[in-house]
């Protein structure tokens, strides 16, 4: 049981504030290669949380009140890791005209004019196409499908575009295809429960992924050279938008 418990506890700490006991950072760091293939079930369990808060604030508050408290709750959890990640991103992409202006202003810590737009409207979306489902429980699901798609997103980068110096080699190279696919499999039992909420909405999600990923893939090439944490947080971001618009849309 250890060779699943060990790696799925990992992948939570990394991507929550979630305390585990007995942590070593050095260990840490070592194992998370192999805690990888668990992250999109460390992103359902994750999103399962802020689906109670969706759920219970439902019984209260309407729908988008709810929604926004489990967005809100969501972002509390992660640490803001993704979000802050994507707002990195985009204002460097948006102010830098070469590769290492980029990237010189995504290591700075302040939100400029495209990060606070890039944020804002990624949660926007987001709350706007959760509501879109109408009943807490389809938008609450909805949520947790986002939650295992976000991170196997994350996971396609750290596969398919070579890694920045500096980015360590905890992360960089410690995924290939037949890790992927393993977490493809994994993964497998969330997607089932998106096919069965909407097999349209989930196939139209998937797509909307794929074609993400190659125009990611690409930008990330042509103005950075590689991808470092922030472009693999921002894509798991650009996940966490692209499930719910795609029920959305079906």
């Not at 802020?50 to 209260?60: K, N, P, Y």
């Not at 709810?66 to 993704?82: C, E, K, P, Q, Y």
């Not at 499908?145 to 994350?154: D, E, F, I, P, Y």
């Not at 990611?216 to 996940?239: F, H």
Request: net charge positive; hydrophobic share 60%; charged share 15%.
């Amino acid at each position: 049981m250890r060779d699943w418990v060990q790696p799925l506890a990992l992948a939570l700490r990394f991507l929550s504030r979630l305390s585990l006991p007995g942590e070593d950072m050095a260990r840490f760091q070592r194992d998370l290669p192999r805690a990888l293939m668990f992250f999109p079930w460390a992103g359902a369990l994750l999103a399962g949380l802020s689906a109670f808060v969706l759920l219970g604030a439902a019984q209260i508050f309407p729908l988008y009140l709810a929604v926004l408290l489990a967005l809100g709750f969501d972002a509390w959890l992660g640490r803001g890791l993704h979000e802050d990640a994507l707002a990195d991103l985009c204002d460097g992409l948006g102010g830098g005209r070469t590769p290492e202006d980029v990237l010189r202003i995504m290591k700075d810590s302040a939100i400029g004019a495209f990060g606070a737009l890039a944020l804002g409207f990624a949660v926007a979306l987001r709350a706007a196409a959760l509501v879109a489902q109408d009943e807490p429980w389809r938008a609450a699901l909805v949520l947790v499908v986002a939650g295992a798609v976000a991170r196997l997103l994350m996971l396609a980068v750290i596969w398919r575009v070579p890694a920045l110096p500096g980015l360590g080699g905890s992360v960089a190279g410690a995924m290939d295809g037949r890790r992927f696919a393993l977490a493809v499999l994994m993964a497998l039992p969330v997607l089932g429960a998106g096919a069965w909420l909407s097999s349209a909405g989930m196939g139209l999600t998937l797509l909307g992924a794929l074609a993400f990923l190659a125009w990611y893939r690409a930008l990330l090439l042509r103005r950075l050279g590689g991808a470092n944490g922030d472009a693999m947080g921002a894509a798991a971001c650009a996940g966490l938008v692209l499930v719910p618009l795609g029920f959305a849309a079906w």
